[in-house]
T-cell receptor, first 113, second 115 residues
């Protein structure tokens, strides 16, 4: 049972435009969400996170939106750059002593020059 | 500040053998988690160690085990290797603290190939 789902395996966007990556979750106990970027043969790199007490968090070109009622979050990248081309993973966790992250299957973003 | 260091980067083993992977967390980080990444299953949580104790374990067979040392370095061991164990094994370290700010920082991973 996939508790975190990224239904789009791939996304192509023109340089300078907005990239929107989506993620859905089913476990209502999740209260902290993270986005990671991953290049081939490297470990995931942390991008941005959001707590369930917020509905938006912004860091430079990256903004994450959380809709708790819909159990949905999205990552917006504006403007998109060719260097943003990578696999993006959404992850979720339950607060507490465990640091276990549950990951989505990832979305391959390709930013076209 | 050095990042998470995993050794070795690449490993080829034969079915039935055992393997030990090593992870040195970011200095000051006391929690180490291990994940397996495969094309079919994505990133899956193996286990987490904190203060030399396993705190949480994912849904993997007992052939997968780990330990953490007093300096927070961690090792994971896979015994009786199977072809399906071929994967990228990732280690993540986290700073233990109050609140929700518990981002995990990943190493580059160890690519294990079982032949």
């Amino acid at each position: 049972d996939q508790q975190v789902k990224q239904n789009s395996p791939s996304l192509s966007v023109q340089e300078g435009r907005i990239s929107i990556l989506n993620c859905d979750y089913t476990n209502s106990m999740f209260d902290y969400f993270l986005w990671y970027k991953k290049y081939p043969a490297e470990g995931p790199t942390f991008l941005i996170s959001i707590s369930s007490i917020k509905d938006k968090n912004e860091d430079g070109r990256f903004t994450v939106f959380l809709n708790k009622s819909a159990k949905h979050l999205s990552l917006h990248i504006v403007p998109s750059q060719p260097g943003d081309s990578a696999v993006y993973f959404c992850a979720a966790k339950i607060s507490g002593s465990a640091r276990q992250l549950t990951f989505g299957s990832g979305t391959q973003l390709t930013v076209l020059p | 500040k050095a990042g998470v260091t995993q050794t070795p980067r690449y490993l080829i083993k034969t079915r039935g053998q055992q393997v030990t992977l090593s992870c040195s967390p970011i200095s000051g980080h006391r929690s180490v988690s291990w994940y397996q990444q495969t094309p079919g299953q994505g990133l899956q949580f193996l286990f987490e160690y904190f203060s030399e104790t396993q705190r949480n374990k994912g849904n993997f067979p007992g052939r997968f085990s780990g330990r953490q040392f007093s300096n927070s370095r961690s090792e994971m061991n896979v015994s009786t290797l199977e072809l399906g164990d071929s994967a990228l094994y990732l280690c993540a370290s986290s700073l233990i603290g109050g609140g929700l700010n518990t981002e995990a920082f990943f190493g580059q991973g160890t690519r294990l190939t079982v032949v």
